[in-house]
């Protein structure tokens, strides 16, 4: 069975324009969450999304967004990038449900550098 | 709100020795999940071990162990017999169960050295 996978791994952008990356989540897997990784903060929870809908948000500002398609591929998109986005992107998927108790299982990253 | 701590930001050990992972958490839930996570240096986090917080059986996998004590709020991690190939960032996440919450709070990360 596939893993999460990212794409793309590496980015290199700068200050002012946007980013989109993408999310394929294991087969069968209905819920999204993304994830920014930095020296400083650590991990941060950005959003999570379920059957196309967001269903909780981290604390970001709103350049950061994301979407979710029908085949549970999930898009993030940062538009006026800062210095300070550049980060290492998780995307984790799970299978999600009631309960809460199910694993989420994690994709390589894109890591996003800003100049 | 949730916190995840992990007091040790590194530690060092020679091949063989034992090592233990601390980590406490806070919540005001009486349901939640513990995991912890493991980044090698290709960055992607792997998946180790989930916890549920009515559950507080030890669980032993091969060379690695975990010990959740509620009465403490923690689940530490040891690696028995560590080995090179441990060499890694290990992370503590908390989940809360409330519906439609697949949010991690994560600790910092313990980056773990095994010396040959």
């Known amino acids: 069975k596939a893993g999460v996978t990212q794409t793309p791994r590496y980015l290199i952008k700068t200050r002012g324009q946007q980013v989109t990356l993408s999310c394929s989540p294991i087969?069968?897997?209905?819920?999204v969450s993304w994830y920014q990784q930095t020296p400083g903060q650590g991990l941060q929870f950005l959003f999570e999304?379920?059957?196309?809908?967001?269903?909780n948000k981290g604390n970001f500002p709103g350049r950061f967004s994301g979407r979710q398609f029908s085949n549970s591929r999930s898009e993030m998109n940062v538009s006026t990038l800062e210095l300070g986005d550049s980060a290492l992107y998780l995307c984790?998927?799970?299978?999600?449900?009631?309960?809460?108790?199910?694993?989420?299982?994690f994709g390589p990253g894109t890591r996003l550098t800003v100049t | 709100a949730q916190k995840v701590t992990q007091a040790q930001t590194e530690i060092s050990v020679v091949e063989k020795e034992d090592v233990t992972l601390d980590c406490v958490y806070e919540?005001?839930?009486?349901?939640?999940?513990l995991f912890w996570y493991e980044q090698p240096p290709s960055g992607e986090l792997v998946f180790l071990i989930r916890?549920?917080?009515?559950?507080?059986q030890n669980e032993i996998s091969g060379r690695y162990s975990w010990n959740f004590q509620k009465s403490t709020s923690s689940f530490n991690f040891t690696i028995t017999a560590s080995q090179v190939v441990d060499s890694a960032v290990y992370f503590c996440?908390?989940?809360?169960?409330?519906?439609?919450?697949?949010?991690?709070?994560f600790g910092k990360g313990t980056k773990l050295s095994v010396i040959p």
């Open positions: 984790a998927s799970s299978l999600a449900g009631s309960g809460g108790h199910y694993e989420q299982y």
């Open positions: 087969s069968g897997h209905r819920s």
């Open positions: 999304y379920f059957s196309e809908t967001q269903r």
């Open positions: 919540t005001r839930d009486t349901t939640y999940y």
């Open positions: 916890r549920n917080s009515f559950d507080e």
């Open positions: 996440a908390l989940r809360n169960s409330g519906a439609g919450s697949y949010q991690l709070t």
